[in-house]
Each structure stands twice: as C-alpha cells, then as structure tokens.
C-alpha cells in the first residue's frame, strides 16, 4: 500500500481545533506547526490499526519523502533548519533537496533503534528490495535502475552500491532562493563518499567529500581532480542517455 499525505505541502490548512494548540510566533509557522501535529495523529492511527488488526509483525512500515521542504516560510526565514541544517532544498541538488528521512519498522525483522549512516540508498531500490524481501522474482525483461538493498532495509548496512544519478530540470525557473548559492547545478551523482554536481553543458563543477563535509561547504574538485574528470564524465553520459522530448 501506497500512502501519501500532503498536510505539509503548501498550502497548509489546518483546523481550528489544531491551530489553536499553537498560539504563538508568525502564522505560516503555526498554521506547519498544526498540520504537521495532524499528521502525526492519522500516522499514529494507521499504525495503531495493523497492531489491533494484529498484523503488526507482518507489516513492513517505511516512511520518506520524495524531495526537501522549501527554504523559507513566508515572509520568515527558516536558517535551514526545515533541512536539517544541510545545504540547498527542494528545487536543488544539494543535500538539502535530495537527502530525505528513511525510517523502517518491522517488528521481529528490523532492529528497534538502529542508526545507518552509512548506506546510500535510493527510491529506486525500494522496487527490487521489495520484491526481495517478499520472494517476488523480478520481470527479466526490464533493466532496472535500482538494485536489491533489502539487506539494509533489516538492519545491515550496505557498501559497494551502484552510482546514483539526479537531474533537476527546472533551473531556469529559479524562483525559491534568497542566496544564489543554494542554486545547484542540474546534474548530480553520488559514489561513495563523493558526490559531484555539474550542468548538462559540462559548466559548473563541484566535488565534495560526502563523509568529512556532508553540507557541501567546501568544493575539492581542484584537489581531486582525476575523481572530479571520472565523475563528471559519468554524470554527463548518464544525461545523455535519458530520453528526450521532440
């Protein structure tokens, strides 16, 4: 099952008997702050349903998102704390657009309260490590772009994954961002510690080591520059390659 509720997407409409439970501060702030508690309630319910249902143990639970959260409330800037601190949101490739919450729960299978930081995992490894983890065989058919991460899914950090991709094809419409510097470049990949950005026209570069500065303050293509040429040269070959509309 597929679930997905906007309450914190724009517009937020909150009801009476939320908003009221948060008086103070500007009202962008208060009317997230309510819907965001509404949120958390009809969770809380879902989850307290498998359990009554008694399918709680058979239920894998994941919970994400698909992009970061806007820079700024309006009228009233947020200081990056809506991203964790992490540079850039939606409408970027930077952490702060891309890097998105994963919590996993399936009691009996999962660990309680583990932490992985280690491993890079994608939307797109959430179909094959499903069917993984249900011994669903996968079409033969279909050259899929995610791989088989089920093993971190229970608990087990991964290494060695593939190389993982972005684009954001809007720049010209640059309309969110206070500071130029949060506008990224349109192409992005990831591996390992390293995670390059560039533009489709080969302009623009950035390297940052992922482990040592995860909020890409410090741009090191100078310094690691056969990492920098290997990596742009992947990025931009995978751009060429997606389709292109007429």
Known sequence: MNLWPDDVHTPWVPSEERLSGYPNGPADQRKFSAVLDEYDRQLG??????KELGLDEQTLV???????????????????????GLRGSKLSLYEGGIRMPL????????????????TVISAVDL?????ALAGAA???????????????????PATG?????????????FFAYPQRRDRSPNVAVREGKWKLLINADASGMELYDMDADPKETTDVASFHAEIARRLSDQALAWRRSLPTLE
């Not at 319910?45 to 498998?50: K, N, P, S, V």
């Not at 959260?69 to 009228?75: Q, S, V, Y």
């Open 45 to 50: 319910r879902l989850m307290a349903g498998i």
């Open 62 to 84: 994941i919970f994400s998102s698909e992009k970061g959260a806007l820079p700024t409330f309006r009228g009233l800037r947020s200081g990056g704390l809506r991203s964790g």
């Open 103 to 118: 919590v996993v729960r399936w009691p009996g299978h999962v660990p309680a309260g583990k932490v992985d930081e280690k």
């Open 127 to 131: 179909f094959p490590s499903l069917c």
């Open 138 to 156: 996968l079409p033969r058919d279909v050259a899929f772009d995610g791989e088989d991460s089920s093993g971190c899914l229970l608990g087990k």
């Open 161 to 173: 994954a593939k190389p993982l991709f972005w684009e954001y094809g809007r720049n010209e419409k």
